[in-house]
């Protein structure tokens, strides 16, 4: 059982960070024994606006250079309907039989079932027939819908956001979640978040990973934010492996916080580094992220994107 809501908002509200490390890597060790810590080689591809050709070109250099899939973006504000994504995944399939197909993100998907006059449960269906393996939570952002996140999960409720993971856990599908944090939110808006993944996936068991990432405002286009520090990272990581501790996996965050933080974040609850990242947004190597591994204390190991090792190194 996670810790309770109150005495996540004391790990919020307390100083003692070194203390907080170490409930979360308690944590850890219970649910990784094992004393590894695991990594991905992956490309995301934006597959609604590269052509065919282009995506296969993508996939094929990922998979020379040691992948065993890809995540592929739609668009959330995209005209493309269903037909579109059952050709573009039933021809990667063909093409690609043993790479894994992870991605569209829940407002992706509810925009290509409203699109296409479907049911969220019909659409998920045709896509997973189609070759779609696992669904994206990157878009997430905070599910407290008081929360204003056009730029993340756009027009979208968190009921609807939670209904497509719901559904697709239903259908055997697995996906990842997320939080996008420090645009602005309460510690208890945090926590309706936690608990809303803790949940659904005491119902349907069907998350492998949950992933904090601490907003960047730059990025986003946006002012008046200042962005979230280490501490904070480090915090809201801790408190997220305390309470989620019905979900196997916390992936650091690379993108936004680099390689020392990510290091000292193995020792706060955290047992993945993410992923080697093929499409220029990194320079982070492989051996990069091994060595971080090893330096705090663990062995690296390559994963899939359904969590399950491929090798140790």
């Not at 934010?225 to 801790?238: D, G, I, N, R, W």
């Amino acid at each position: 059982m996670g810790i309770s809501r109150e005495q996540a908002l004391d790990c919020f509200n307390s100083d003692d960070l070194i203390g907080i490390g170490m409930e979360a890597d308690a944590i850890r060790r219970e649910l990784h024994p094992e004393g590894v810590v695991s990594y991905a080689i992956d490309r995301k591809i934006d597959c609604a606006s590269a052509s065919f050709d282009a995506v296969c070109e993508l996939i094929r250099e990922t998979v020379e250079i040691g992948g065993s899939g890809v995540t592929l973006r739609g668009t959330a504000d995209s005209d493309k309907k269903i037909e579109w994504y059952e050709q573009l995944f039933s021809g990667l399939r063909e093409q690609f039989p043993a790479v894994w197909l992870h991605g569209l993100s829940a407002s992706e998907i509810l925009t290509v079932a409203e699109g296409s006059g479907l049911t969220i449960r019909d659409t998920i269906s045709r896509l997973r027939d189609a070759g779609l393996g696992s669904i994206s939570g990157e878009d997430a952002g905070i599910l407290d819908d008081a929360v204003q996140q056009e730029k993340t999960r756009g027009k979208w409720s968190a009921p609807g956001w939670a209904e497509v993971h719901r559904e697709a856990h239903q259908l055997g599908i697995n996906t990842t979640a997320s939080m996008t944090f420090g645009a602005g939110e309460s510690f208890e808006q945090r926590l309706n978040h936690l608990d809303l993944i803790r949940q659904l996936q005491e119902e349907t068991g069907g998350f492998t990973a949950f992933a904090p990432v601490s907003f960047q405002p730059r990025k986003a286009g946006m002012s008046g934010f200042e962005e979230a520090t280490a501490v904070e990272y480090l915090k809201m990581l801790a408190i997220s492996r305390m309470v989620l501790d019905n979900i196997a996996n916390i992936q650091t965050d690379l993108e936004t916080q680099g390689l020392k933080v990510l290091q000292m974040a193995l020792r706060f609850g955290g047992n993945d580094v993410g992923s080697v990242r093929l499409d220029g947004s990194d320079d982070t190597t492989e051996e990069d992220l091994r060595r971080v591994i090893r330096g705090a204390g663990f062995k690296p190991v390559q994963r899939d994107t359904l969590y399950r090792t491929m090798f140790l190194s």
